[in-house]
Each structure stands twice: as structure tokens, then as C-alpha cells.
């Protein structure tokens, strides 16, 4: 029997594949083609159109650097809106904080969110928490009349393209500000900076992003699967600064075992390679 591979395209001339064993699961949903598949190497994983969204090997770097730089520079967080995170992970992290009183989830497809829970359950494991207020809906139009009410916002988003689009635009960024409170924290996944259409979409969402708030940071991580394997996440904010307020011996004190994230890693995370910088300056 000839070996099953996995291949996804990081750029027209860059192939990346994981050899897997079967594949679990595969549907056309009324947003998107959802497959789920298993492999020796990375565990079970979950692609959207195509695209690879999360293994179970690798979802704890991206899962805990999306929840915890925020919650360690404002131990105040009380709530939270998510915008799409079908796969339950970043509720699950955001769950490991008993100050936080309300997690609403806006996710557009709500079969992303019943696949993971049969297929995926180490990490939709999230959705189980009393305090998950799961909404099947538009990110954009979901937030777009709140005004003051989050404490965090955490944009969990495919890439700038099919039903993820929207959640790249000022408008969307503009909402986002009006729905946070006064010390509230815009964190988005920003993109690679490596490939060039990826980089193209970091530097487009930095710039709208900067257009809409006073505080703009960007920070990274290493995440195997995704293209380059380099990361990037945004740190937005009214006011607050991700070093500066950091209140790292507050969030030490809870004693979260993370795998990922601590407090050393968040101040270096901010430090950006020359060439990045260089990109991020052209729109600043």
C-alpha cells in the first residue's frame, strides 16, 4: 500500500506534508471543507480548506501564547470574548483562570466546534466550562455594536481569506476598540513574516491594527506546522504595555504549568528578528 501523506503548500514553491495514517473525518460544512486526520508524528490534526489549523502535538505553543502574554500583563481580566477558536483551545487556557467570570466564543461554523469535540477532545476540552458562552456567528457583526465591555479580546482566526477575512479589516479593528474596556487587550495571530504573501497579511493587519490603537506590539513563537514555522501574534492596546505592565510575579503566583509560555519567555518574545522590524517600520 503506497504511504498517505498530508501536503500543503507554504508558498508556490515550498511543500510541507506529514505522513498520516488514515484520515478520520472530511466534510464540506456550509463555510468550509473540514478534514480531521491521524498521524505517528504529530497526533491527530484538524485543515480548513485545505489549510492545517492545529495538531495535537504542537496546538500548546499557539493555544498558550494567545492567552497568557494578555493575562499576565492584566491579572484583571474579567471578560472575554473570543472570535472563532472552533477548536476549544483557547477557552481551555483561558479556563485555567478562576478571576475570569465570562468567556463568550464567536465562532461562524459550528461544525469546526462538534468535530473537535469528538475528534479533538484534548483541546475542545474548553467548551466544557461553565463560564464558555459558545456563539455561532459573524466575529465582525458579533462585536460590532458593543461598546466597553471586554476586558480581553482574542482574535483566533484562519488566515485572511474565506470566512476569516472579515476579522483583517480596520473596520473589524475599530470595533474591536469601541467593545474593549478602558485597560482592554486586542490579541490577534498576526501571521508569518517569512513567506511572502504570509508576510504581505502582517504587514496589512499591522498597519490597520496601528490605525486604530495607541499601543501596537508584535510578538512571536515558534510553532512547527505553520509556514516557516515562525509566528507572530499582536499585542494591541488602549493604554496598557506588554512589558512594561507585566506583572510577572502576579502571574507567577498562580502557578499555571504551562509547557510554552513564562514570564522570561513573554519579555523575549517581544524581541523581533532585524528583518521583521524592518517590515513592521515601513507601516509605522
Not at 485555567?96 to 475542545?124: G, H, S, W
Not at 456563539?135 to 482574535?155: C, E, M, P, S, W
Request: hydrophobic share 35%.
Amino acid at each position: 500500500m503506497d504511504d498517505l501523506w498530508y501536503s500543503e503548500y507554504h508558498s508556490p514553491n515550498v511543500r510541507f506534508s506529514i505522513k498520516v495514517s488514515q484520515q478520520l473525518h472530511h466534510e464540506q460544512s456550509e463555510y468550509q471543507n473540514i478534514s480531521i486526520y491521524e498521524s505517528a508524528e504529530f497526533g491527530r490534526f484538524l485543515t480548513l480548506d485545505g489549510v492545517l489549523m492545529l495538531t495535537e502535538r504542537d496546538e500548546f505553543i499557539y493555544h498558550e501564547m494567545i492567552v497568557h502574554v494578555a493575562m499576565a500583563v492584566n491579572p484583571a481580566i474579567r471578560n472575554v470574548l473570543v472570535i472563532g477558536a472552533g477548536d476549544g483551545g483557547v477557552a481551555r487556557e483561558l479556563g485555567r483562570y478562576q478571576t475570569i467570570q465570562k468567556i463568550e466564543i464567536a465562532e461562524i461554523d459550528q461544525r469546526v466546534v462538534e468535530l473537535c469535540q469528538k475528534f479533538l477532545p484534548r483541546t475542545a476540552c474548553g467548551f466544557n466550562d461553565p463560564r464558555v458562552e459558545l456563539h455561532f456567528a459573524d466575529g465582525l457583526k458579533y462585536v460590532r455594536h458593543t461598546q466597553n465591555k471586554y476586558d480581553l479580546i482574542i482574535v483566533d482566526s484562519t488566515d485572511p481569506s474565506g470566512p476569516g477575512e472579515v476579522l483583517f479589516t480596520k473596520e473589524f479593528y475599530g470595533s474591536c476598540h469601541s467593545a474593549l474596556s478602558e485597560n482592554g487587550i486586542l490579541i490577534n495571530q498576526h501571521e508569518s513574516p517569512f513567506y511572502l504573501t504570509d508576510a504581505q497579511a502582517m504587514q496589512s493587519a499591522h498597519r490597520r491594527i496601528l490605525s486604530v490603537f495607541p499601543v501596537c506590539r508584535i510578538y512571536q513563537a515558534h510553532i512547527p506546522t505553520y509556514p516557516s514555522g515562525h509566528w507572530l501574534f499582536g499585542f494591541a492596546s488602549k493604554g496598557m504595555n506588554p512589558i512594561k505592565d507585566l506583572n510577572a510575579e502576579a502571574w507567577e503566583a498562580l502557578n499555571i504549568a504551562t509547557h510554552y509560555y513564562n514570564t522570561n519567555l513573554h519579555r523575549g518574545a517581544f524581541c523581533l528578528p532585524t528583518y521583521v522590524e524592518e517590515m513592521l517600520k515601513q507601516d509605522e
